[in-house]
């Protein structure tokens, strides 16, 4: 809700298997500004509603927003907000987490992993971020026209 403050972790996957996402804290306490929902239509053109988080970063910060952000629109990753305790205001440098830290299984070498080409899918809808200040806001479209 409006004034709190977040954590903004994304999961990433190098390719379609989930045995291979890591998640990663980006921004820390970051104070949220606005959030709601708006409808936007599905890629079968059908009503949705889509949440919308509007939260107040840096250039730098907005950047690595942008980054993930891309991501996700690849179907590559994901983007989560934890919400903070208002007393904790500490900035840890935390490693990554993957499946092996997450199951507590070894990980598998890299040799052990067979390559194969993965067919990328086309984006099902585009993603404009609106930049004022240090306001971010994100919008999302179609890819096809209706």
């Known amino acids: ?15 379609y298997n ?4 890591a998640t990663r804290t980006v921004l820390q306490d970051v104070q949220v500004l606005s959030t709601g929902t708006k ?48 007393g904790d205001s500490a900035k840890p440098d935390t490693p ?9 299984t070894p990980e598998m070498s890299a040799t052990s992993h067979s390559k194969h080409a993965v067919a990328l899918k ?3 809808a585009y993603i404009v971020e609106t930049l004022m200040g240090n306001k971010v806001t994100i919008a999302k479209f179609p890819a096809t026209p209706e």
């Open 18 to 21: 989930s045995a291979n996402a």
């Open 122 to 124: 086309p984006a099902a």
């Open 96 to 104: 990554a987490v993957g499946m092996a830290q997450l199951t507590g």
């Open 39 to 86: 409808i936007d239509p599905d890629p079968d053109g059908k009503p949705e509603n889509v949440a919308v988080v509007t939260l107040l970063v840096t250039p730098e910060q907005s950047e690595k927003l942008a980054l993930a952000q891309n991501q996700v629109a690849q179907n590559q990753g994901t983007i989560h907000f934890v919400l903070r305790n208002n």
């Open 1 to 15: 809700f409006p004034g709190s403050h977040v954590d903004v972790l994304v999961t990433l996957r190098s390719d």
